[in-house]
């Protein structure tokens, strides 16, 4: 995580501008901040496992496998978990509308 403007944390998942992404490790693909019904996605990356969910700029990410998200380092966490080819199921807010939506993480190509 990282502080950006006046008070704003902003958490990037997928991304690190200070060093080559860990090819190893899943990538969600979105930047992120606190919101007090969840987690609140303010960009996307392009092409990103995020992207191709269904998930949007604005939706607030609620639930990650079913249990709750209270803030960044929970989605953190979850996402880091999550082994190639796997599925993460996640409820997210839009507007008033709870989505259920899936996380499809990509086989490794060799």
Sequence with gaps: MR???????????????FSAPDEDKPHLGVYLEPDEKGVKVVKLVEHSVAASSGIAVGDRIVELAGSAVNNMS?????????????????????????????????????
């Design 3 to 17: 502080g950006f403007g006046a008070g704003v944390r902003l958490c990037r998942i997928g991304l690190n501008t």
């Design 74 to 110: 929970e989605v953190v966490a979850v996402v880091q978990r999550m082994v190639a080819g796997t599925w993460l199921p996640i409820t997210v807010l839009r507007g008033d509308k709870q989505l259920e939506l899936i996380a499809k993480f990509p086989v490794k190509q060799r």
